[in-house]
């Protein structure tokens, strides 16, 4: 079986915005048996943790890939770069592990799949993927979200 690519907050890494991990019992069950390759885009990126709260401003993940969108922190300080940089250190680390499947946090402006946070720090959640989320479909590498979260920010 191939390896996987898990956000590391999801397997206790206690690297989120607010310090804290996300790991359950149910991302446990499903990465059982898998060769799990945990990464946090935000930190490999060079941000700190704790860190400020940051949401995608004027569109989705394959918005700000494209340019045409930015990653703001809660003060308006502009961690796009951060981002960038940081998804693009997660696809190397997930090509060079060989995997083919990622599992990330929802609605992170990094990982989310689907659905991320708006831009208003409001708890809003609108349609679309965050930065490494879309650089990894970009890529070939499918993006699954972690099951068991409960919505508490990115």
């Given at each position: 079986m191939t390896p996987i690519l898990v956000s590391a907050c999801l397997r206790g890494v206690p690297c989120?915005?607010?310090?804290?991990?996300?790991?359950?019992?149910?991302?446990?069950?499903?990465?059982?048996?898998?060769d799990v390759v945990p990464f946090c885009p935000e930190v490999a990126g060079g941000l700190a943790t704790p860190r400020r709260p940051a949401e995608l401003v004027g569109g989705d993940g394959h918005d700000v890939l494209d340019g045409t969108?930015?990653?703001?922190?809660?003060?308006?300080?502009?961690?796009?770069?951060?981002?960038?940089?940081?998804a693009q250190r997660a696809l190397a680390a997930a090509r060079h592990a060989g995997c083919t499947e990622a599992l990330l946090m929802p609605r992170s402006?990094?990982?989310g799949?689907?659905?991320?946070?708006?831009?208003?720090?409001?708890?809003?959640?609108?349609?679309?993927?965050?930065?490494t989320a879309a650089l990894f479909?970009?890529?070939?590498?499918?993006?699954?979200?972690?099951?068991?979260?409960?919505?508490?920010?990115?």
């Open positions: 989120r915005f607010d310090g804290q991990h996300k790991a359950s019992p149910e991302i446990a069950a499903a990465v059982d048996g898998r969108a930015r990653v703001i922190e809660d003060t308006g300080r502009d961690v796009t770069a951060e981002f960038v940089d940081g402006p990094s990982c799949r689907g659905v991320v946070y708006d831009g208003s720090f409001s708890g809003a959640l609108v349609p679309g993927d965050g930065v479909e970009r890529n070939g590498i499918r993006v699954r979200p972690a099951p068991g979260i409960t919505p508490s920010g990115g």
